[in-house]
T-cell receptor, first 115, second 111 residues
Framework: SAVISQKPSRDICQRGTSLTIQCQVD?????MFWYRQQPGQSLTLIAT?????????ESGFVIDKFPISRPNLTFSTLTVSNMSPEDSSIYLC????????????FGPGTRLTVL | DAKTTQPTSMDCAEGRAANLPCNHS???????VYWYRQIHSQGPQYIIH???NNETNEMASLIITEDRKSSTLILPHATLRDTAVYYC????????????FGAGTILRVKS
């Protein structure tokens, strides 16, 4: 399975501030995704992180609020900007390996609490 | 992608088979059925996927009806560690297309 690490694993932030979450994969992957899981809810796809171009956002998510970087094939960041308590969620990075079984792997998640 | 319907929760006795149903009546011919599970506080874990044939791996079996409108995930000998939320997802193609998660089924395995 792909080894995915996320930093930080958890954080508590004040409203109005921003937090950048890092996702590192142990091998090059073409497809990377960012998901949000609000308390007690299922996962919601935020965007597809594209290497060398702007991320592709799902309906309801915008670049100004969730800017994403993808500088290479093993790394991506998601920033949660101008945070409010409603942004308190687990944020998960997910990837497809370019070779091997056709399954999507998920990172351990970043648990964010906004006060 | 087609919508799926799953029961909100199920209980299963430890050591018994857990049978988790999923309805996907609007599934298209090129859509696969995927199953993932999420154990508390962890990222989702892939279990199995299939197109129209039944599939089996070391974790589970997937039974897809002939009309493909429903499927059942079978955990043959459930253990306490199988307590998790199980997601049934249908998606076009295999590689690279995004997964869209529904509400899932909370499976509680009890001793």
């Amino acid at each position: 399975s792909a080894v995915i690490s996320q930093k930080p694993s958890r954080d508590i932030c004040q409203r109005g501030t921003s937090l950048t979450i890092q996702c590192q994969v142990d091998s090059q992957v073409t497809m990377m995704f960012w998901y949000r899981q609000q308390p007690g809810q299922s996962l919601t796809l935020i965007a597809t992180a594209n290497q060398g171009s702007e991320a592709t956002y799902e309906s309801g998510f915008v670049i100004d609020k969730f800017p994403i970087s993808r500088p290479n094939l093993t790394f991506s960041t998601l920033t949660v900007s101008n945070m409010s308590p409603e942004d308190s969620s687990i944020y998960l990075c997910s990837v497809y390996r370019d070779r091997g079984p056709n399954e999507q792997f998920f990172g351990p998640g970043t648990r964010l609490t906004v006060l | 992608d087609a919508k799926t319907t799953q029961p909100t929760s199920m209980d299963c006795a430890e050591g018994r088979a857990a049978n988790l149903p999923c309805n996907h009546s609007t599934i298209s011919g090129n859509e696969y059925v995927y199953w993932y599970r999420q154990i508390h506080s962890q990222g989702p874990q892939y279990i199995i996927h299939g197109l129209k044939n039944n599939e089996t791996n070391e974790m589970a079996s997937l039974i897809i009806t002939e009309d493909r409108k429903s499927s059942t995930l079978i955990l043959p000998h459930a253990t306490l560690r199988d307590t998790a939320v199980y997601y049934c997802i249908v998606r076009v193609g295999i590689y690279g297309n995004k997964l869209v998660f529904g509400a899932g089924t909370i499976l509680r395995v009890k001793s």
